[in-house]
T-cell receptor, first 115, second 114 residues
Framework: AQSVTQPDIHITVSEGASLELRCNYS??????LFWYVQSPGQGLQLLLK??????LVQGIKGFEAEFKRSQSSFNLRKPSVHWSDAAEYFC?????????????FGAGTRLTVKP | DAMVIQNPRYQVTQFGKPVTLSCSQT?????MYWYQQKSSQAPKLLFH???????NEADTPDNFQSRRPNTSFCFLDIRSPGLGDAAMYLC?????????????FGPGTRLTVT
């Protein structure tokens, strides 16, 4: 079965600094990969997704992620963090070729932004 | 705006007292999901409805049930809540099944069991 690991439970960055959130997945075939953001008191919002094709995907709010099959990774990046980016970020993986929605989430990385 | 609404946002219930959480959607999506998210953990899928077709995850306890009386509404019933059921419960919808269809999440209901 597919699984996701987010090694960093909590990350703190200064406003304006660059950001990289790590995500490692485990799945034998080509995975479907997602990044979601959850602001305090809000539901999850999809930032971006990767299914196939270009391994660098662009998302909303200035985020991007790169799929690296050799490293089983799908790290999320942003060149300059804004205070409003403080939130919980979840990486998720789905099973390719499946018609269901058995999507497995990582445990999340909480991002704190220092002024 | 089309959205996924969950009521109430905060729910306190007593140990063993049945509780129902509500989810409604204005997106007219075919699929509705319920996730359980415990503190500092990943959301875990409990079950989903594809139209009226109920799909239970294999490890979802029998204590959790769901109803979908129409396209717009879906309910999560916890028959006898235990302390371990305290969590955030997230409702989500998608137009169809399959990962190409984005899931839209509600804000969640935080359940406390006393």
């Amino acid at each position: 079965a597919q699984s996701v690991t987010q090694p960093d439970i909590h990350i703190t960055v200064s406003e304006g600094a660059s950001l990289e959130l790590r995500c490692n997945y485990s799945y034998g075939a080509t995975p479907y990969l997602f990044w979601y953001v959850q602001s305090p008191g809000q539901g999850l919002q999809l930032l971006l997704k990767y299914f196939s094709g270009d391994t660098l995907v662009q998302g909303i709010k200035g985020f991007e992620a790169e799929f690296k099959r050799s490293q089983s990774s799908f790290n999320l990046r942003k060149p300059s963090v804004h205070w409003s980016d403080a939130a919980e970020y979840f990486c998720a993986v789905g099973a390719s070729g499946s018609n269901n929605n058995d999507m497995r989430f990582g445990a999340g990385t909480r991002l704190t932004v220092k002024p | 705006d089309a959205m996924v609404i969950q009521n109430p946002r905060y729910q306190v219930t007593q140990f063993g007292k049945p509780v129902t959480l509500s989810c409604s959607q204005t997106l007219n999506h075919n699929v509705m999901y319920w996730y359980q998210q415990k503190s500092s953990q990943a959301p875990k899928l409990l079950f989903h409805y594809y139209d009226k077709d109920f799909n239970n995850e294999a490890d979802t306890p029998d204590n959790f049930q769901s109803r979908r009386p129409n396209t717009s509404f879906c309910f999560l019933d916890i028959r006898s809540p235990g302390l371990g059921d305290a969590a955030m419960y997230l409702c989500a919808t998608s137009r169809e099944r399959g990962y190409t269809y984005e899931q839209y999440f509600g804000p969640g209901t935080r359940l406390t069991v006393t």
